[in-house]
Every structure is written in structure tokens, then in C-alpha cells.
């Protein structure tokens, strides 16, 4: 089992930056493709990001591209997302998710591909 605890939300104004931090234990995700999801009131969850076991593959949705930067330290048993030029269309719950099995997901962007989630992050982008 693995658990993954989000962290580093908040409320910011629109153009501002935030870190969200997500850490695992219970086990290694060394192994394990990661992502970010996030949720907007009224809304479906939604892909935002992904980063290959390695860190040397990454994808992002097309509302994010460009603003915002999945990293991981597997060292550490830990996965980032940096969020720059925030928009307040950005506000909503924001989820850390580990991928099924090990190595590479093949379609990243479907909750399927994952098996662990956390509680998620609230992230609030005011104009």
C-alpha cells in the first residue's frame, strides 16, 4: 500500500506562484509513473500532469503547458508540482496520484492508469 500526502496549497492572486509537494510512504514510488489531477467546484476531475518513473518523460494537460513543472525526487519518495502564472480558472482540489504497476503509463491522461490517490490540496487563484 501507499499512501500520498498533498501539501502546499493555498490562496494566491492571479500571476502568483505555489509548490504543491506530494510525499508517499507505506513504500517506494521510485517504480511508479506519478501524476497530478486537480477538481473544480461543479466540475470532474481532471489530468494536469504526469512524469515517467525516471523523471525523463513528463506531459501536461494543454491548459497548464507551459506554466507548470512536475518534478520528482525519488530520493526523497517525492513528487512537486510548480505552478507559475496562476489563473483563478487554476482554483480547485488538487490530487497526487501513483500509477498502476511499475514503469511507464501508456495513456497518463485516464484516472484508470492510477492506482493510489491522496486527499488532495486546495489551490485558490483570486483575480
Known amino acids: 500500500q501507499v499512501q500520498l500526502v498533498e501539501s502546499g496549497g493555498g490562496l494566491v492572486q492571479a500571476g502568483g506562484s505555489l509548490r504543491l509537494s506530494c510525499a508517499a510512504s507505506g513504500r517506494t514510488i521510485s517504480r511508479n509513473a506519478m501524476g497530478w489531477f486537480r477538481q473544480a467546484p461543479g466540475k470532474e476531475r481532471e489530468f494536469v500532469a504526469y512524469?515517467?518513473?525516471?523523471?525523463?518523460?513528463?506531459y501536461y494537460a494543454d491548459s497548464v503547458k507551459g506554466r507548470f513543472t512536475i518534478s520528482r525526487d525519488n530520493a526523497k519518495n517525492t513528487v512537486y508540482l510548480q505552478m507559475n502564472s496562476l489563473k483563478p480558472e487554476d482554483t480547485a482540489v488538487y490530487y497526487c496520484?501513483?500509477?498502476?504497476?511499475?514503469?511507464?503509463?501508456?495513456?497518463?491522461?485516464?484516472?484508470?492508469?492510477?492506482?493510489?490517490w491522496g486527499q488532495g490540496t486546495q489551490v485558490t487563484v483570486s483575480s
Open positions: 496520484t501513483a500509477g498502476r504497476g511499475v514503469g511507464n503509463l501508456a495513456t497518463p491522461y485516464f484516472e484508470d492508469e492510477y492506482e493510489y
Open positions: 512524469i515517467n518513473w525516471s523523471g525523463s518523460a513528463t
